[in-house]
């Protein structure tokens, strides 16, 4: 993500059923007809971080909705396959614009 021209990586950290805690890069956050969205990545490692070095990602990426409850931001794991093949979708397209907008920029 961008903040004032600079990229910025937003680190959330999630917990399970067990647990325990993983940390995620959000990546992307968006609409998608009523609801937003939010893709988010495993991160494998944070160092390095405050020098400015890159933070390491695992390939795979999550969808999750954001839901509203008693006013806080809640991630939902999107499980429904039609739900999460229309947002992989709009998702993919994002990526592409972004794509030909940097190709341009080159």
């Not at 609801?35 to 390939?59: H, K, M, Q, R, T």
């Amino acid at each position: 993500m961008q903040d004032n021209g600079e990229e910025r990586t937003d680190i959330v950290v999630l917990v399970d059923e067990e647990g325990l805690e993983h940390e995620f890069a959000l990546i992307d956050r968006f609409p998608v007809d009523a609801d937003e969205y939010a893709i988010l990545v495993p991160v494998i490692s944070l160092e390095g971080e405050e020098n400015g070095e890159a933070i390491e990602f695992e390939d795979e990426a999550y969808i999750f909705r954001i839901d509203l409850s008693e006013g806080d931001e809640m991630l939902v794991e999107v499980e429904d396959e039609t739900e999460w093949n229309q947002v992989a979708s709009v998702w993919e397209e994002r990526m592409q614009e972004l794509e030909e907008d940097d190709d341009a920029l080159d």
